[in-house]
Nanobody, 126 residues
Framework: QVHLVEAGGGSVQAGGSLTLSCAAS????????SGWFRQAPGKEREGVAH????????YYADSVKGRFTISRDNAKNTVYLQMNSLKPEDTAMYYC???????????????????WGQGTQVTVSS
């Protein structure tokens, strides 16, 4: 069992930045495929970013490309989501997720992840 704990959410004005972190209980977090999802009130949960096991290739939703960056620090068993140029439409609960294998073609599908954090709220005001 892998426990994921997010941190770093908060309130920020449009154009600002936040960095979310997701710390894992597993010493082999680098072996897990990891993703960030978000869910706004009344909307479905959507995939935001994904990073392959070992800190390899990254993938992003079109809505955040060029603004968000996913990365991982294997020594700290932590995955990060750097969010720049935030917009009010980025307001949502953000969740990190992980699994031992996630096909590239389905990285944005929440059913493909076994382990989930509890979420951290991001609020962007205009």
């Amino acid at each position: 069992q892998v426990h994921l704990v997010e941190a770093g959410g908060g309130s920020v004005q449009a154009g600002g930045s936040l960095t979310l972190s997701c710390a894992a209980s597993s010493d082999n977090y680098s072996d897990l495929y990891s993703g960030w999802f978000r869910q706004a009130p009344g909307k479905e949960r959507e995939g935001v970013a994904h990073i392959k096991a070992g800190g390899g290739a990254t993938y992003y939703a079109d809505s955040v490309k060029g603004r968000f960056t996913i990365s991982r620090d294997n020594a700290k068993n932590t995955v990060y989501l750097q969010m720049n140029s935030l917009k009010p439409e980025d307001t949502a609960m953000y969740y990190c997720a992980a699994d031992t294998w996630v096909p590239t073609w389905s990285w944005a599908v929440q059913d493909g992840y076994k382990y989930w954090g509890q979420g951290t709220q991001v609020t962007v005001s205009s």
